[in-house]
């Protein structure tokens, strides 16, 4: 049978007149081969070397060659030890204590170390140490195999010797000396008793020297406060355990705010224990991880928050403060009250940038004599001061700076008068720079020194009072660096080694025990007594803060994101690739914004057809300031405000994929992180690298379970947490009692299973790069990402709810009726994909959930992934041929397919493609190539590993002893990871908690992993 | 199929024990030469003060590991000691020779200045007649005919038995060359004589070539090339399974360490060079201070020790290398800190997506390293005994039984596992010994 249909190729031919179509119909190409042209060149045919005879030798050798070569298998050397260390086994891991402070982030750690390479950072949970690592950390020690770092001493943007800067150096400080030029000592905060002993030293040889202390993020703000009415300049180290009411207004203290750390002891109260748990307000601009675990939260300007802060100040104290009102002016006056009524057990915190704020909430926590505001061990990690540091760069540009030695600071960058820095530093006769990276401040000093990574030096460290920290080298100095201590005690005149001169030091400060023993604990914890606090003017303080008026436009709130900090990391792929918690975009600092400005201004976030995530550029407009960002629609911004990372858009020592974003500390002016704006929308359109494209849950209850305290406490489990049931034989029954497939017996053995508590988890992202480090995931860059094509074995979901609250989200589905009309749900969905302007957040993180009855193993058509009797859903990397047939079937999408070799591959120049950068991959985990499905093993490597050791050794497991590394960096506790056969672990109780429920569970995969309900005390 | 007579079976067998019989006489002969040299060496030693033979036995199990007795090593040389000092000094001196340092005894602080203040041990169980029969040993003239003499002989010998066993063949040959013409003779001369009687030799039927035979019967043709195509599947399957296996794979190293001398005659145990293997994932290659450990004073091999294909000059030229490499200085006994690593061919290569820890084998498990590694303590040179392949791991998971006793950690699920599979003996597969994710992760 014939058929009449017309079939074309291009729609060219559909034009009946066209040439082209007449030419092709006759010719295979529409213009002939100028084969002539080739041809009748007989001098270059001649000339040239290669005939066509020769060509098929060629070919035909270089295919037998290949072919020969094939056969021969590669011959690998064998290189042992000459003389073997006696602490390293190859093969076997090494674990040293040792803390990190760089100024921003601190944590108290223990290093993995395998053959003398440093390959995982993991928290140092020996008691009194309080600082867990957070993403950053974690991802610190990929940053000491930064291939960009400084390897050499630069004299003038030279390559030279210490020697010779160090000739360089003493001279100027003699001729500084001898004409009284200024010497100034720039670094960052230090915390170390013996780095300021040796500055004390050097001032003390070099009377015009003094020190100056930067902290490029600054907390001036409370530490002047603080100093005000102790005398110390130092932070209160807030212990959010022992409060029932948490009021923050504009602190982000589950972020970055004084540091950090304060997660840990805030989950423990935010899990309910005996029908209570704490609660906790939040009044702020941006939507931040404080934010999305709040109860309740406000979002308001910067301006209000002032306002709010004074009115909880009257409420509390009782003194009378006249201000104007504000905007959800109800919610801060419950916030005052439960707060009033909490007494003791409740605590304040800020971070508006205002001395008159700060006080305040030294007054508010006096006043409630609360018992988590506790001047016992006061922190000691910001010491910056403003002041000073403007005085510096008006002495620079004054000329009176004879010799500049920086360390630990580049302030070229994150200056918002850079240029005034650059301009004063041509006038300072010697500048010295110790970078970790040929940074902006490194490129324009006269010097430029090395400095060594913290995994590479010695040091101590007083991050709270009284808290003495060992650091401690895991590795020789990859490169010919200098240590800034080690240089102060060559122009101090001491021979001494820097680690001599610690241990000297050391003995003031760790009475009662040994040195090796503090080394080995990597801290030990002394007595100290509280710093007394008096009163100072708080009245004064609370009037000129009821002044605070609306500023012109918008109010832009610089904050710093949870990837990449204040920036000191940007060269680190990790933290790139790692997607920002709230907004799940990667690779990008942006513009958030409200959606009533969005649409005021005109400017939007859409998917484009790729899946990708576009964004509207806007110009900011600061004074004299202007720069180019693209918008995000920020559910949850305050309206009127807009906020902007920090730590972005540097240039200088970094990889070409990893400049990206934009530059904000040029707004961050007289480092107030506050700034009046004017924002006008600009053209095109930004491609953002987003791993999350729906916002909303879309009232899928079985996915995230919440509940409230209230009905929590009185209700029982299957009204909060009920199972999903399905019908079989026309009855209702509990999804998991019917199966298709016989169920294996695991009750012998191990049997393992991860618990993971959405109360508790905050989104902070550790246990993210821990996966990283641990298993050699690879790093894909922004293109991939924005594929969707992350590698992230693990991801923390986040969920907005399109209504006030999760509930009104699930009752708003439930109450779909038909598909159009009001309650239609061709419109209710799309209204829903829309979060609501103030939304509630849920995290969670969602890896293999190693089902029982797993959908991926019964459609795998090679068997690469099967189940072993532990309860892990294994995967044969070898085996895989990459149908990814088991990706389309699992209904949780953690699999994830190796489109291209991300590993010594040009196209992902990251840190799998350079000698240094593989020093961290783990030897025990493979590295997966092309075309191979991967996904989360539960860390099968570390189980195997905590069995092996337990069978060498002749024993049972210990309880608890497992642990995988996602579990392991999990400092608030969310994470816990166990064996459920042994009834003495944790895990085992947490899988009977009422709480407990499974992820889709009417799928009836019968998860190993599992997840805790959600519970929200409003 | 045609008869083929033969003619002079009885003079291919004389000729051939002829041969034989020379072959092995000449052997003979060599041994011969060697022996009278060996017990002239064991008759010339000297009569003494002491009893050399005593003294010997008493040197070996004191003095040895830090004397030799013609070369410096941690102390001095010893040959001819008792003439050098002065007998009751020495006496005193080994009894306690710190002492003498402490007091200052001039002969004693300079020569315990001399080899690095490393201090003598001292032995006061040994009487003045130990002493004697030790110098009694000491002065015992250098052995220097005996070793040459044996070696020559050794040489002699070797060579011998190249010459016999190329005799043999030539004899061989030329039987043959012979058999042929005298079969040619044979032939002549019958056919000579068949002609003179007049008999008529018959003349061969022109039948039809073999292969157009078999070319013609289809059948044939048929079943012998399925034959041949199975046959060459067959081979073709074998030939591509064993891509990538490395049996015996015995590669050259830059230093010859012969396991035969270590693990096979000094009975060196293989964990002591080996000892990761106790511990870690890897076996390892011991560094090479391990090595040290012994050859500080091991410079050279003893003559027992040299094979035919290598002689003892071979060997302590390869104990040379490890100095070399590890930089120790033989004649002043120190390290120099001139350090060259010893770049050694790997021979078990695991491929990268497979896990393999020797603990779990060595130490949980308690297998003889014999068991993958073969027969080590016999190898001159190290080679790869098993083919590593999944296959052969698999095997003996499926037939290994766990060896759970005296181990805690086994207690409790090998008991609930022998009453669910109802048998006393568990195997590796048993406990999930097979599962992939255990060793591809």
Redesign the interface.
């Known amino acids: 049978m014939s058929s009449n249909k017309k079939y074309w190729k291009s729609v060219e031919e559909l034009n009946e007149n066209s040439s082209i179509v007449e030419t092709l119909r006759n010719n295979e190409f529409v213009e002939a081969i100028p084969t002539d042209e080739f041809l009748s060149d007989k001098e270059s045919l001649s000339s040239s070397s290669t005939t066509r005879r020769d060509f098929l030798k060629y070919v035909g050798f270089s295919t037998a060659a290949a072919t020969l070569a094939a ?1 021969e ?1 590669p ?10 260390p006696e602490q390293i ?4 891991a090494d674990y040293y204590a040792t803390t990190m402070f760089d100024g921003f982030d601190f944590a108290n750690l223990l290093i993995k170390t395998r053959e003398g390479r440093p390959i995982k950072v993991e928290n140092n949970t020996i008691e009194g140490a309080k600082f867990s690592a957070n993403a950053r950390v974690h991802a610190s020690v990929l940053s000491l195999y930064d291939n960009l770092r400084l390897k050499q001493t630069k004299v003038a943007g030279k390559d030279a010797t210490w020697q010779e800067a160090d000739l360089k150096i003493k001279s100027s400080l003699a001729d500084a000396k001898a004409k009284g030029g200024q010497i100034v000592l720039l670094t960052n905060t230090l915390a170390s008793p013996s780095t300021e002993k040796l500055i004390a030293e050097f001032i003390a040889k070099n009377p015009t020297a003094k020190h100056v202390v930067y902290d490029a993020v600054s907390e001036s703000a409370a530490l002047d406060a603080f100093e005000a009415v102790s005398g110390e300049r130092a932070l209160v180290d807030y212990d959010f355990s022992k409060a029932n009411v948490i009021v923050s207004v504009g602190a982000d203290f589950l972020g970055d705010w004084q540091g950090g750390g304060f997660d840990a002891a805030y989950a423990k109260g935010r899990v309910p224990q005996a029908g209570k748990m704490s609660k906790h307000f939040q009044f702020e601009a941006n939507m931040t991880l404080s934010g999305a675990a709040a109860d309740k939260r406000v979002p308001m300007t910067v301006a209000e928050q002032k306002l709010a802060l004074v009115k909880i100040y009257s409420v509390i104290t009782g003194s009378a403060v006249a201000t104007g009102k504000i905007a959800n002016e109800d919610a801060v006056l419950k916030a005052a009250q439960q707060l009033r009524d909490a007494g003791s057990k409740g605590v304040l915190v800020s971070g508006i940038q205002d001395k008159n704020a700060q006080l305040l909430v030294l007054a508010i926590n006096q006043a409630l004599t609360s018992e988590a505001f506790s001047t016992v061990g006061t922190r000691q990690v910001r010491k910056g001061s403003n002041e000073k540091v403007a005085q510096l760069i008006a002495d620079m540009n004054a000329g009176t700076v004879h010799t500049l030695i920086m360390s630990g600071v580049n302030p070229v960058y994150t200056l918002a008068n850079g240029d005034a820095f650059v301009s004063g530093l041509k006038k300072v006769k010697l500048s010295v720079s110790f970078a970790l990276k040929e940074d902006e401040t490194a490129l324009v000093s006269s010097i430029a020194i090395p400095a060594p990574h913290y995994l590479e030096s010695w040091n101590d460290l007083m991050l709270t009072k009284g808290t003495y920290s060992l650091v401690q080298p895991t590795i020789k100095p990859l490169f010919s660096s200098k240590q800034f201590q080690e240089a102060l005690l060559d122009w101090n005149g001491n021979t001494q080694s820097f680690y001599d001169y610690i241990k000297a030091n050391a003995a003031n400060y760790i009475s009662g025990t040994t040195w090796n023993k503090a080394l080995h604990d990597g801290l030990f914890v002394g007595a100290v007594g509280a710093t007394s606090i008096s009163s100072a003017d708080f009245g004064a303080a609370a009037n000129a803060l009821a002044q605070t008026k609306a500023v012109q436009g918008f109010e832009l709130v610089l904050y710093t994101k949870t990837g990449l900090g204040d920036g000191q990391q940007a060269n680190n792929p990790w933290l790139q690739e790692f997607p920002d918690p709230i907004t799940r975009v990667s690779w990008d600092n942006y513009l958030t914004i409200s959606r009533a400005d969005a649409e005021e201004l005109g400017v939007e976030n859409r998917i484009v057809a790729d899946g990708g995530l576009n964004g509207s550029y806007v110009t900011i407009n600061a004074g004299n300031k202007e720069i180019t960002a693209p918008v995000i629609v920020q559910p949850g911004q305050a309206k009127g405000t807009v906020g902007l990372a920090l730590g972005y858009g540097r240039k200088a020592a970094l990889k070409e994929e990893m400049q990206v974003g934009v530059n904000a500390y040029v707004l961050y002016a007289n480092f107030n992180n506050v700034q009046s704006v004017t924002i006008t929308k600009a053209g095109g359109e930004h491609e953002f690298a987003s791993v999350q494209s729906q916002k909303t849950l879309m009232g899928r209850g079985d996915i995230v379970k919440e509940t409230t305290l209230q009905i929590f406490n009185t209700k029982e489990a299957k009204v909060w947490n009920p199972q999903p049931v399905v019908s079989l034989d026309h009855k209702e029954v509990e999804a998991t009692s019917v199966d298709l497939w016989e169920s294996f ?1 695991r009750s ?2 191990h049997h393992f299973n991860l618990s993971i508590d959405l109360n508790s988890c905050t989104g902070c992202g550790a246990c993210v790069i821990a996966c990283h480090a641990e298993n050699n995931v690879p790093v894909v860059g922004k293109e991939e990402i924005r594929r969707s094509r992350d590698m992230h074995w693990l991801r923390i979901d986040r969920y907005y709810s399109s209504e006030e609250t999760f509930a009104k989200d699930v009752e708003k589905k439930e109450g779909f009726d038909g598909l159009f009309g009001d309650k239609g749900s061709l419109g209710g969905f799309g209204q829903m994909e829309s979060p609501a302007d103030n939304p509630q957040v849920v995290f969670q993180p969602v890896m293999c959930q190693h089902c029982n009855h797993a959908p991926c193993e019964t459609v795998c058509p090679v068997a ?1 992934t ?1 189940h ?3 309860g ?1 859903n ?6 895989c041929v990459g149908t990814r047939y088991c990706a389309n079937n699992c209904p949780y999408k953690v699999r994830r397919f190796n489109w291209f070799l991300y590993n010594n591959n040009d196209e992902f120049d990251f840190y799998m493609n350079d000698d240094l950068g593989r020093m961290v991959i783990n030897p ?4 997966r190539s092309r075309g191979v499905m991967e996904k989360c ?1 539960m860390c ?2 570390m189980t ?1 590993k905590t ?2 050791t ?3 050794e ?4 210990s309880v608890d002893e497992f642990q995988t590394a996602c579990s392991a960096a999990c400092s608030t506790g969310s994470m816990v990871f166990g064996d459920v056969n042994n009834k003495e672990d944790k895990v085992s109780k947490l899988v009977e908690d009422k709480r407990m429920y499974h992820l889709l569970e009417h799928v009836g995969t019968k998860p190993n992993v599992f997840y805790h309900v959600k519970v929200r005390n409003t | 199929m045609k008869k083929v007579g033969n003619h002079n079976s009885i003079s291919r067998k004389i000729l051939f024990s002829l041969a034989f019989t020379l072959v092995f006489s000449l052997t003979l002969f060599a041994q011969k030469t060697a022996a009278p040299a060996a017990d002239a060496a064991a008759v010339s030693a000297p009569a003494a003060a002491g009893d050399a033979v005593a003294g010997k036995a008493l040197f070996n199990a004191n003095c040895a590991a830090c004397h030799k007795l013609d070369a410096k090593s941690t102390g001095p040389a010893l040959r001819d000691v008792a003439n050098k000092y002065d007998k009751a000094w020495l006496y005193k001196w080994i009894n306690n020779s710190s002492a003498m340092v402490k007091s200052g005894d001039a002969k004693a602080v300079k020569i315990f200045e001399e080899y690095n203040k490393s201090v003598m041990t001292s032995f006061p169980q040994l009487s003045t007649a130990d002493i004697d029969n030790i110098l009694a040993y000491t002065s015992e003239p250098k052995a220097e005919p005996t070793t040459p003499v044996a070696t020559v002989a050794a040489s002699g010998q070797s060579a011998d038995s190249g010459i016999s066993n190329n005799v043999i063949l030539g004899a061989l040959a030329l039987v043959l060359l012979m058999l042929v013409v005298m079969l040619f003779f044979v032939n002549n001369v019958l056919t000579k004589i068949a002609k003179a009687n007049g008999v008529e030799v018959a003349q061969k039927q022109a039948s039809l070539p073999l292969w157009k035979a078999f070319a013609k019967n289809q059948f044939l043709v048929l079943v012998s090339s399925i034959f041949l195509l199975l046959a060459s599947g067959y081979f073709a399957y074998g030939w591509f399974m064993q891509i990538g296996v490395d049996q015996d794979y015995a590669p050259v190293q830059p230093i010859h360490f012969s396991h035969r001398i270590h693990a096979g005659s000094n009975g060196v145990d293989c964990k002591y060079c080996h000892s990761a293997a106790r511990v870690s994932k890897n076996a390892g290659i011991p560094s090479l201070n391990v090595c040290m450990n012994c050859h500080k004073n091991i410079s050279e091999v003893a003559d027992t020790t040299a094979t035919a294909e290598y002689s003892k000059a071979f060997y302590d030229g390869e104990i040379q290398k490890l100095y070399d490499a590890v930089g120790w200085d033989k004649s002043t006994q120190k390290y120099t800190g001139k350090t060259n690593p010893v770049k050694w061919v790997r021979i078990h290569n695991l491929p990268d997506f497979a896990y393999f820890n020797h603990s779990q084998h060595v130490t949980v498990g308690g297998i003889e390293c014999q068991k993958c590694h073969g027969e080590v303590q016999t190898y001159e040179i190290q080679k790869q005994f098993a083919p590593l392949t999944m296959g052969w791991c698999v095997n003996c998971h499926r037939e290994t039984n766990v060896k759970v006793e005296g181990n805690a950690y086994y207690d409790k699920i090998h008991q609930e596992l022998s009453k669910k599979y109802g048998k006393e003996k568990l195997t590796v597969s048993d406990m999930g010994g097979l599962e992939c994710g255990k060793c591809h992760y």
């Open positions: 056969c298998g011959v690998h050397k064998s290189i042992p030890y000459v003389l073997q086994i190859p093969g076997v017996d012998i053995g690469a099967s072993g009797r532990q892990q294994q995967m044969a990397y070898n085996r025990d985990v493979n590295v093993s099968i490597q195997q069995i092996l337990a069978k060498r002749g024993r049972e497991v």
